[in-house]
T-cell receptor, first 112, second 113 residues
Framework: DVKVTQSSRYLVKRTGEKVFLECVQDMDHENMFWYRQDPGLGLRLIYFSYDVKMKEKGDIPEGYSVSREKKERFSLILESASTNQTSMYLC???????????FGPGTRLTVT | KNQVEQSPQSLIILEGKNCTLQCNYTVSPFSNLRWYKQDTGRGPVSLTIMTFSENTKSNGRYTATLDADTKQSSLHITASQLSDSASYICVVSETSYGYKLSFGAGTTVTVRA
């Protein structure tokens, strides 16, 4: 079974803090993704990576950056957390092309 | 503008009853359509995936249909169980590469005993 794990299930941070969300997958997938999920909205893509050290912006990259130094690990960084970044963050991985995306359990981030 | 619209937003059904969820999309070009189930506090899990040429796909008590001409899909849950209580998300892939997905906002299903 594909397993995607995320470093924290719940996280509370203060405005202005630097926040790291980590995601690890164990199936040697090339593609990895970071989404945020807010009530009443569909999942929105923040960034995705199609290979080590490669990344592309998604639909809402502002205020976020990512890092992929190893194939199995994809990190989302909030350089200076703001209250409007309070959300559920979901990581996913997949094989290309057009294959199913497997999701992690999510991290519920609250910025106060 | 969201290119995937789901209805209803939420519904409540009694255990053992059937229900049908709707998904309309405007995504083009269309590659495939997926239905995911998301339990509260969990990540989405795939139920079905259909390509352009398929018009029905089943996974146990879940049956998805697709009409690519009218750009509509439905997910039918048969003989609902308490464990079916979840959010069901319709996802449309714009390209065969799969990384570009459009997500519906989901339908929240509550099954009551």
């Amino acid at each position: 079974d594909v397993k995607v794990t995320q470093s924290s299930r719940y996280l509370v941070k203060r405005t202005g803090e630097k926040v790291f969300l980590e995601c690890v997958q164990d199936m040697d997938h090339e593609n990895m993704f970071w989404y945020r999920q807010d009530p009443g909205l569909g999942l929105r893509l923040i960034y995705f990576s199609y290979d080590v050290k490669m990344k592309e912006k998604g639909d809402i990259p502002e205020g976020y950056s990512v890092s992929r130094e190893k194939k199995e690990r994809f990190s989302l960084i909030l350089e200076s957390a703001s209250t409007n970044q309070t959300s559920m963050y979901l990581c996913a991985s997949s094989l290309p092309p057009g294959r199913e995306q497997y999701f992690g359990p999510g991290t519920r981030l609250t910025v106060t | 503008k969201n290119q995937v619209e789901q209805s209803p937003q939420s519904l409540i059904i009694l255990e053992g009853k059937n229900c049908t969820l709707q998904c309309n999309y405007t995504v083009s070009p269309f590659s495939n359509l997926r239905w995911y189930k998301q339990d509260t506090g969990r990540g989405p899990v795939s139920l079905t995936i259909m390509t352009f040429s398929e018009n029905t796909k089943s996974n146990g008590r879940y049956t998805a249909t697709l009409d690519a001409d009218t750009k509509q899909s439905s997910l039918h849950i048969t003989a609902s169980q308490l464990s079916d209580s979840a959010s069901y998300i319709c996802v449309v892939s714009e390209t065969s590469y799969g990384y570009k997905l459009s997500f519906g906002a989901g339908t929240t299903v509550t099954v009551r005993a």
